[in-house]
């Protein structure tokens, strides 16, 4: 028996196609899954992708976050359906409180596409348990929007509980507080992040790294074993 | 019809680089006085119909869960018609 | 709001004296006569707008045809060529049943005026191009030019340059894996934005621009149509008929990259299921190109209702909805029985699509308004049989004294110490600079098919996960060496493209361009235009690679001055297996670096007689175009068979620009030594053509050096790979983190 | 110190991608009403001293040069404190 993923497709999204490979590549099955559709297709865990979801031109993640697909999922996601969301995929985490923070305008105000070195904080959620925890990764980064803020209460909070995942090194690529480059709710289910793991999962595509796969082997191994 | 305006500006305590691109240009644009800059969103709506006191509930509840993400941005909603005082349009 | 009677067929027949400002239009006097004889009687106003459209420079060609059709007449028998020059995009066959449409256009001007939104809606513009090939679009590429790095004016005009393609093309989802930045004061008042495109389907899935089959549908869709991009139209329409519009419409456009996506998925949704039997773009003269090529392209005539256009604003006239500019729009002829089910995928992806019209029996394009006929015409007069001007061209008479002052007269530095200092100031010169600050704002992984993407020679893309199978693609184009000679620097920007796509280990196939030149008006430009467009048509017949298709930009020029002539040539090449493609960047210590080529005192237009001498004068390197061929042979068959580990083609700046650039990617740093008969100076720094510096591993290189023997390439030894610093021996040593420091410090300085 | 508001949004002719996107999010959300929705940018300046006739002038021209780009923008210059009436801040 393998999992079923399904991966959202909400207009404007554009790393789809490319996380329904990287769930293939990692021996799943991808399922699509479509934004005016509230039906889940029964799937056992869903990846929200990036991309420019209507453009971004209201905030990043805004507008997608009211489509029908998100009402099941903000439902199914608070009874443990695990979700993954990648750069727009966790900005509309943000914006539909699934998780805590809102994402900003990187603080250079230009776009930055570039192999971002990260370190893995927390190994314990429903898509990290492949790596170990303080590992050093490389993932590929490309974003707008990436300057992850909260207020200092909420901050304290996430570090408190370990519920920083993910965070940059050696550069801080978009001004994001406390060098958080993603997080993870309270029951580890709903995880979001900026930089790109579909794109770092063939040694010959990209930067050639395949630092991203545990993500899709994480969550498939969780999903099988359970 | 009447037109509403919605501004949309980033709280205080959050970091502008918007803003703060702009002011650190002035310098180079032969600019000085001005202390502080700040950038953000101006919506106008159109509305139909009369802009009573529950077309305005209803449009300051659009700018709370949709115009602005209040866990970052502050909002003001005016009617336009009364709000063009003191303006110095080019 | 009073409007004299519509300027019906018919109304016009009965006012044959009715003045029409044809003038304001763009339109000359015999132009004028011209299209009055056509039709027979004085046209309608909206017949007008088409035609002064129509037969623009940008869209007719009418300076620069007689001199294009050399591609056609010069074209090189190639079994690869599937559509040529003449529809959006030329279609070439990369085997394995799939096929790759490509091009490169300017949005020069726009670019200038609104730097964000001039340079987004040109990507958006050759996004559309390749889409209505039937393609699916994989990646860009942007060639630019910028005034002085140091002029207030680039800091500008560049970030929002930069920022706009950037926009737009990620937002499109489209990897951006290549390009050029280029600075010279010559591009001050005329920055050049060239965007280019790649597209790829299988080769059952062509799709041509025309309209065919009575009683097919005219389906438009995408964005509605409004009131931007129809500079001239809004004179026609306020003048003539209607005093109280506004006397001048913006000719910026804004673009919404969002609206493009939209539009390339469902376009390809209807592609898929075979509802398409004609499609084109909107793009430059909007509605007036589409429904007037559409239409001559086809077997029948078309009639369109223009009432059933979708407007952003309802006050548009006639002539104003016909030249509307308006982005993100395509037009699609559809068989009558389908036309539901391609509204219905329109629908599912929220695009507004509007059946406008139909295909006829007949051979007049005829447009209705309010329920008059406003537009009757024999549609190729319109679309293909504008004017054509056989310009005066002569060759200017300052071309001899700037050939004549020799840039190998300049002074050479001195001591090693000199050479050591030059060396520096060239990588750190902003057209040698490393330029990642720029290109980090573009997404390289997007679609994840990226296998190579800037600063390495050419941007490679995997075409067939399976197969491995790949395309590469890589624009060049040196106004300096243009200048001092266009027709050797054409074809030395054709050899530049081609030597860079064959380093990559990619057989290059065909060829595309923008040719960006200044005034036809002036004879000297003329001159450079002729020059260039001979020497590029010679260059791809001899090496065998057809320009399927491309764009010319004129007028590229502030009062008297010209822009350099500055051909951009883009060349695509195909790969077998991608896994095989060769990197810039030195891969392992103790690997053996080959110089191959030869390498002569050539300095004219060079780098380094720019950044040291601010000097342009001479003549341009020669191009040997039977070497390149050569080059390119051994660089595929080494990659092919594993010989080499990493190589990169040299050009501007020389071995040493390229020996950095490789050391610095990699980390690795390179003990060199002058070859026998060369000075160091000339080693470093002349710009010979048909050269490439190869890393080759110890174990292969007796096969390495037999095989160039063997097919008669000078391949020398130079060096090593080796440590953390650049030693040239006998000469000087730099460390990699000094180099580094010069090499990228430069463009944030000046940009960030 | 007084605040300067300059408001700049797209040419009324000029197509604004993203008040389109707002205003059709608009009827999913459950707002009807609301014919149209254009979205500007906001500058607030804080300047130091008088706002009096030539600062207001000197801030014109700031806008017009570079606050916004005049081929495809209109742009208004306010004193704030003149202008915050019919305001319903929240
Ligand atoms: N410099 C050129 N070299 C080769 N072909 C050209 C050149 N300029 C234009 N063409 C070809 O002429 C045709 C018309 O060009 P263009 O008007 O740019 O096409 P489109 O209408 O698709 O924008 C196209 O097939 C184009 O490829
Ligand atoms: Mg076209």
Known sequence: MTARIGVVTFPGSLDDRDTQRAIRLAGAEPVALWHKDKDLKQVDAVVLPGGFSYGDYLRAGAISRFSPVMETLIEQAKAGLPVLGICNGFQVLTEAHLLPGAMLGNDHLHFVCRDQKLRVENASTAWTSDYSEGQEIFIPLKNMDGRYVADEYTLDKLEAEGRVAFRYLDVNPNGSLRDIAGITNEAGNVVGLMPHPEHATEPLIGTGRTDGLPFFTSILKKLVNA | MARVVVDVMLKPEILDPQGQAVQRALPRLGFEGISDVRQGKRFELEVDGPVDEAALARIHDLAESFLANTVIEDFTVKVESEAVVAEASK | ?752
């Not at chain 3, 006829?360 to 190729?380: M, N, S």
């Not at chain 3, 001092?484 to 030597?499: I, K, S, V, W």
Request: proline share 5%; aromatic share 6%.
């Open chain 3, 1 to 752: 709001m009073s409007r004299t009677p519509l300027d019906t067929v018919e109304h016009a027949a009965a006012t044959p004296d009715v003045e029409l400002p044809w003038a304001e239009l763009g339109l000359k006097k015999d132009e004028y006569e011209r299209i009055v004889e056509i039709l027979g009687r004085r046209p309608t106003g909206a017949e007008l707008a088409m035609y002064s459209v129509m037969w623009s420079e940008h869209c007719s060609y009418k300076s620069s045809k007689v001199h294009l059709r050399q591609f056609g007449e010069k074209a090189p028998e190639n079994d690869a060529l599937l559509v040529g020059i003449g529809e959006n995009a030329g279609v070439v066959d990369v085997g394995q049943g799939y096929a790759v449409t490509f091009k490169v256009e300017s949005h020069n001007h726009p670019s200038y005026v609104e730097p964000y939104q001039g340079a987004a809606t040109g990507v958006g513009g050759i996004v559309r191009d390749i889409i209505a090939m039937g393609a699916r679009p994989v990646a860009v590429v942007d060639p630019l030019r910028f005034g002085a790095a140091d002029h207030p004016d680039t800091k500008r005009v560049l970030p929002g340059v930069v920022a706009g393609i950037g926009g737009y093309g990620n937002c499109l989802g489209l990897p951006n894996i290549g390009g050029e930045v280029v600075f010279d004061a010559c591009y001050q008042g005329n920055p050049l934005v060239n965007a280019g495109c790649i597209g790829v389907m299988r080769h059952e899935d062509i799709h041509l621009a025309k309209a065919s089959g009575a009683g097919n549908k005219v389906i438009l869709y995408g964005a509605r149509t409004g009131g931007d991009g129809i500079g001239g139209a809004s004179i026609l329409a306020s003048e003539t008929f209607d005093d109280a519009k506004p006397s001048k419409r913006p000719a910026v456009q804004v673009g919404d990259p969002f609206q493009e996506k939209l539009l390339i998925e469902c376009t390809l949704e209807a592609f898929a299921e075979k509802l398409v039997v004609g499609i084109q773009d909107l793009g430059a003269a909007g509605l007036s190109c589409a429904t007037s090529e559409l239409a001559s392209n086809g077997s029948g005539g078309m009639r369109v209702t223009l009432d059933d256009v979708p407007l952003r604003d309802s006050t548009l006239s006639p002539e104003e909805i016909l030249m509307s500019e308006s982005q993100e729009r395509m037009c699609a002829v559809v068989e009558p029985e389908k036309v539901d089910r391609f509204l219905e995928i329109c629908a599912k992806w929220d695009v507004i699509a509007t059946v406008i019209g139909e295909v006829t029996d007949g051979d007049r394009l005829e447009i209705y308004w309010h329920g008059g006929k406003i537009v009757d015409v024999d549609p190729r007069t319109v679309a293909h049989e504008g004017p054509v001007y056989e310009r005066p061209y002569a060759r200017p008479e300052w071309q001899d004294a700037l050939q004549a002052d020799d840039a190998g007269k300049l002074p050479r530095p001195q001591s090693a110490e000199e050479l050591k200092a030059q060396v520096l100031k060239l990588v750190a010169s902003p057209n040698q600079a490393s330029k990642k600050w720029i290109t980090q704002q573009y997404d390289h992984f997007v679609q994840g098919n990226t296998v190579l993407a800037m600063p390495e020679d050419s941007g490679m893309i995997r075409v067939d996960e399976k197969t491995g199978l790949g395309v590469a693609l890589a624009t060049d184009g040196n106004g300096r060496y243009a200048k001092l000679d266009p027709y050797t620097g054409a074809q030395l920007a054709l050899a530049e493209a081609y030597r860079n796509v064959a380093t990559t280990g990619a057989k290059p196939l065909a060829v595309s361009d923008c040719l960006n030149f200044g005034s036809p008006e002036d004879p000297a430009v003329m001159w450079q235009f002729a020059e260039a467009v001979r020497g590029l048509a010679d260059g791809c017949q001899q090496l065998g690679t057809p320009v399927t298709g491309g764009n010319v930009s004129l007028y590229n020029q502030t009062g008297e001055a010209a822009i350099h002539p500055t051909p951009v040539v883009a060349v695509l090449g195909v790969i077998d297996d991608v896994a095989r493609r060769t990197p810039v960047a030195f891969q392992e210590e103790g690997q053996l670096l080959y110089l191959l080529g030869d390498t002569r005192e050539e300095f004219g237009g060079s780098a380094w007689s720019q950044v040291v001498h601010d000097h342009l004068g001479g003549l341009p390197p020669k191009v040997d175009l039977e070497r390149e061929r050569l080059l390119a042979e051994i660089l595929i068959s080494a990659s092919r068979d594993g010989m080499i580990d990493s190589a990169h083609d040299l050009s501007d700046g020389g071995l040493v620009q390229a020996v950095v650039e490789s050391a610095l990617l990699g980390g690795k740093g390179a003990r060199l030594v002058v070859p026998d008969g060369l000075d160091a100076f000339t080693f470093l720094l002349s710009e010979s053509a048909g050269r490439a510096v190869v890393a080759v591993p110890r174990s292969e290189e007796v096969r390495f050096n037999d095989m160039c023997g063997a097919r008669g390439l000078p391949a020398t030894r130079i060096g090593v790979v080796d440590g953390d610093t650049i030693e040239v021996q006998g000469e000087f040593e730099v460390t990699l983190a000094e180099l580094r420091e010069a090499h990228e410090a430069t463009i944030p300085a000046l940009l960030a």
